[in-house]
């Protein structure tokens, strides 16, 4: 917006306000290092806690159980969302009104009620919950960001080149493969990156779809945080933070590269 | 016999490739159909279930009955109900007006920095902002509980003699959705304020407008789509909440997500739950219809 | 089914509407005829918004005609797709593929018809030299200046030694200095290639420069199909007359006609004035005649007996090269008049003089009668 340096007032409410989003998740970090069990006050330094997550059959089960609904939510919804965004972006057809509004309704629904739904469903359709129905789940709700995230990316789109890929004897189909996919492909990834994410991160919808033997990991951390409270919690906490660091981190520097 | 099938399978796979080839609304068709699908039948066939149910009531072994009555809607109207629904409303107000005047500085300080600096403070809150938000929340038990940091602190300072009792209550509540929603108004504020041309804030100087007035007749209008963008992403999501009044706000507090999930997990009364649902549905539309019509579903929401 | 193989591209009544979106048709191309021959450098020359490019994109394939038919070499086109045609397309933003380097562009065409790869080295390069740009091979499209990425587009089109090449108004966006040279470049390519070209312009200077032949179109229709002396001198309507260089316009009436001359009368100069036509007149007949600026003769004495006015010059400009009077009849009518400066010389009464009294003079054979359209 500007080059010249903002006042003194706002540099400072800055720093206060980064201090008050990071000092909480500081605090999580050095207790997970607390040798003291309930985590009340500060005993010794110890790296314990790790290695109990470490063998702690419950997280690692959670873990690839949210790893596996998040790689096959991402590729589906990945897939059917950008088709979606394709669809909205470049074509007008019979019922374009109701295929928008339909495809956005799961960005404003209370995840509450979207996640009763799909409890109501699969009870009446007599589908067992488990990691299926997570799956199916998520990829609902994934597409409509998927195709958000893409339509966006759509409408600096120039339709000339998919013209002139087919007048240099390219097909419809080559054309998209050849032509029209590698440009759109950083919207495309910007899409499943943002699927992959939600889907990694989501509580509510999981909670109501999960059945008892496919705990993901974000339910586990509940139930942690809720009745065992032992810095584990805050290991697998600084864990997870670390992992979201060194993703976003290197996404950043990729993008950087690109520029 | 088999011959005449398959040449008519063959001209007809002829012709439907020649119709999606010559017709362009017919290709619209064929890509959207898979989100319809999917869509259809997991989603709106849900909803539409969940509808019906809220218009039946609940057996006496918690099973369902179908019998069509308002009975739950009425249920709804009773002061009880709708305390936990103006207290859910109240909080998420509470919430987004919160989080406007905390994250508005923040994002206009990060607006107006220069760009090699700017990358990084927005690195930074990303971080938070795609951390999961129970960890989030649990580093702020951490804090608030009784044998918490803070009254340990407050504690060895002697700045008091008791503990205080922050956790388990409304407060505590309010204090995890602002730090949870927090990211989520910045980063809609900012992108809004980063497209505000310096030469507009050079022109009103220029008529004779105090940095004062020039920030509040032209930035602050001008970020208005960032502040709608920010809202619509905090108010819904907080009032629909369960979570954080369920980690921090004990027996105590119960907002309408709270309400829901009891009924459908403990009190298994499906259909009364879902009346509840359709409320808080009803509403989140009301909400939705009214902030985009003033400002459209804006792209600031997509970074 | 008629295959004619005397000409390249033939358009027979071709008509294309597309649906307003407030309701009901536009006709974009209204009944066009035409007929281009093998090597011939044809512009589709009009205004913005005319159908010369709707009608260009149909002999591409990305449009259908609502009727008419479409003949490539010859064959009917009918509803074939773009991929399967003979003809390719330098598009007006030259449409390169930003994710490719430039050898990929160029090779893209040659892949689609799977051309051996040695033979694809080769005939890129060739492409590349012959646009002057053989060392870009490796680099992409946005490290290159407006005009070698036209040239790229160029080059991707004619690798594939298409019979016809199609050009959507590719100097659009270059300055004035490089249209100049690539109008220059484009016909020198044309005529060593030998390949014919239909090319889409606005610029009637353009059209003249280049071409072997001119079509010019207005509203879908199109109005005259010419050489570019045939479009010019012959104007055959006032559109035609006015969208090419300039004209001057009167109204009047068919008094009399002998053979191809043909007695007007003014209506607003209230004098008569012969000219030519090759229209079919009768007498009545409402017409405007029409006499281009620098076939405007201006005298101190009238030489003809015919065809003069006396007139007061109104203004003058001199251009340096020759000088532009605007001359006033008592009528009030005005007359644009171009001379050249023939004689170099300082004295100012060799120059008119604003308010001097002259006569206009307009040759018969220069003095065109078209008739006035409904």
């Known amino acids: 917006m500007s080059e010249k340096k903002p006042a003194l007032w706002l540099r400072m409410y800055a720093i206060l306000a980064y201090a008050y989003i990071y000092l909480p998740i500081l605090l999580l970090i050095i207790f997970s290092f607390n040798s003291q069990k309930i985590n009340v006050r500060w005993e010794g330094f110890t790296f314990y806690w790790y290695g109990e997550l470490l063998h702690d059959q419950e997280v690692l089960l959670a873990t690839r159980n949210t790893l596996i609904i998040a790689f096959i939510s991402t590729i589906v919804s990945t897939v059917i969302g950008t088709f979606a965004a394709l669809a909205l972006q470049r074509y007008r057809f019979p019922g374009y009104t109701l295929a928008e509004s339909t495809l956005y309704i799961p960005v404003i629904i209370p995840e509450v009620v979207m996640g009763i739904s799909l409890l109501v469903f699969f009870a009446q359709i007599g589908m067992r919950l488990g990691l299926a129905t997570i799956t199916l789940a998520h990829i609902a709700f994934n597409i409509p960001f998927v195709a958000l995230v893409v339509r966006a990316r759509l409408h600096g789109f120039d339709k000339a080149i998919e013209e002139a890929s087919m007048d240099l004897g390219a097909n419809e189909v080559q054309t998209f493969i050849r032509v029209t996919l590698p440009t759109i492909m950083p919207g495309v990834l910007a899409g499943a990156m943002l699927a992959f994410t939600l889907s990694l991160d989501d509580y509510v919808i999981t909670y109501f779809t999960a059945g008892p033997g496919s705990t993901t990991l974000p339910l586990r951390v509940f139930s942690m945080v809720r009745f065992a409270v032992t810095p584990e919690v805050n290991a697998l906490s600084a864990l997870w933070i670390l992992t979201v660091f060194i993703v976003l981190g290197m996404s950043q520097m990729i993008q950087q590269r690109q520029k | 016999m088999m011959e005449h099938i398959s040449a008519e399978r063959t001209s007809l796979k002829i012709r439907l490739i020649k119709r999606l080839r010559e017709d362009p609304s017919a290709q619209g068709i064929a890509l959207i159909s898979p989100t319809m699908i999917y869509l259809g039948i997991f989603m709106l066939i849900p909803l539409l279930l969940v509808v019906v149910l809220s218009l039946m009531t609940r057996g006496p072994y918690g099973n369902v009955v179908y019998r069509l009555n308002l009975a739950n809607y009425l249920r709804l109207v009773d002061m009880l109900y709708l305390r936990i629904l103006g207290y859910s409303l109240r909080t998420a107000a509470i919430t987004t007006v919160a989080c406007i005047f905390i994250g508005y500085p923040l994002a206009y300080y990060i607006a107006r920095i220069p760009a090699k600096q700017r990358s990084l403070l927005l690195f930074l809150i990303l971080i938070p902002f795609w951390t999961n938000f129970i960890i989030r929340i649990y580093a702020w038990i951490m804090i608030l509980r009784t044998e918490g940091i803070l009254n340990g602190i407050l504690l060895n300072l002697g700045v008091i003699k008791l503990p205080l009792d922050i956790l388990y209550t409304p407060l505590a509540v309010q204090i995890g959705m602002i730090y949870e929603f927090l990211p989520f108004m910045v980063l809609p504020l900012y992108t809004s304020l980063e497209k505000i041309e310096m030469a507009q804030l050079e022109a009103a100087a220029d008529l004779g407008a105090p940095p004062g007035r020039a920030f509040w007749r032209i930035t602050l209008p001008l970020s208005v789509p960032g502040m709608v963008a920010g809202s619509i992403l905090v108010f819904i999501p907080a009032m629909g909440m369960f979570v954080v009044p369920d980690l921090m706000g004990g027996a105590k507090t119960i907002l309408v997500g709270n309400l829901i999930r009891n009924q459908f997990l403990t009190a298994r009364d499906w259909p009364f739950g879902s009346a509840a649902s359709m409320l808080l549905l009803i509403l989140t539309l009301l909400v939705t219809l009214v902030y985009t019509r003033k400002a459209g579903f804006g792209e600031e929401l997509l970074i | ?374």
Not at chain 3, 125 to 134: D, I, R, Y
Not at chain 3, 243 to 251: A, D, K, T, V
Not at chain 3, 316 to 323: F, K, L, P
């Open chain 3, 1 to 374: 089914m008629e295959i004619d193989l005397n000409y390249a591209i033939q358009l027979k009544d071709v008509v294309k509407k597309f649906p307003n979106p407030a309701g009901g048709e536009v006709t974009a191309v209204n009944h066009v005829t035409l007929d281009i021959h093998h090597g011939e450098f044809f512009s589709l020359l009009g205004p913005s918004g005319c159908g010369k490019t709707t009608t260009l994109r149909m002999i591409a394939g990305f449009e259908w005609p609502t009727s008419g038919e479409v003949y490539i070499k010859g064959q009917p086109m009918g509803r074939t797709p773009p991929y399967q045609r003979p003809v390719n397309t330098v598009f007006q933003n030259y449409a390169l593929f930003q994710h490719m380097t430039v050898y990929q562009n160029v090779a893209f065409g040659l892949e689609m018809e799977h051309v051996p790869g040695e033979d694809i080295k080769r005939r890129v390069g060739e492409a590349l030299e012959m646009v002057q740009l053989g060392a870009m091979g490796p680099r992409k499209p946005k490290q290159l200046s407006g005009g070698q990425q036209q040239r790229i587009a160029l080059a991707r089109a004619l690798v594939k030694r298409p019979a016809v090449l199609l050009l959507d108004e590719p100097l659009g966006a270059l300055d004035l200095k490089l249209r100049k040279e690539m109008q220059l470049e484009l016909k020198a390519l044309q005529m060593q290639v030998g390949i014919t070209f239909i090319y889409v312009t606005h610029d009637q200077e353009e059209a003249l420069t280049m071409s072997d032949r001119i079509a010019v179109i207005n509203k879908g229709s199109a109005l005259q199909i010419g050489t570019p002396v045939e479009i010019y001198e012959r104007p055959n309507c006032r559109f035609v007359a006015d969208f090419i260089g300039e004209s001057n316009f009167l109204h009047g009436v068919v008094e009399d006609i002998e053979k191809e001359n043909v007695i007007v009368h003014l209506t607003d100069v209230n004098e008569k004035i012969v000219g030519t036509t090759q229209e079919k007149l009768v007498i009545g007949k409402k017409v405007i005649v029409s006499i281009r600026p620098e076939k405007v003769r201006l005298a101190n004495q009238p030489p003809l007996q015919q065809n003069c006015f006396e007139c007061k010059v109104v203004n003058t400009a001199y251009i340096g090269s020759d000088t532009r009077v605007i001359v006033e009849l008592g009528s009030g009518q005005r007359i644009s008049v171009w001379e050249q400066n023939k004689i170099s010389t300082l004295d100012p009464n060799a120059y008119y003089a604003r308010g001097q009294s002259i006569w206009v003079v307009m040759f018969p054979e220069n003095t065109l009668v078209l008739a006035e359209d409904e």
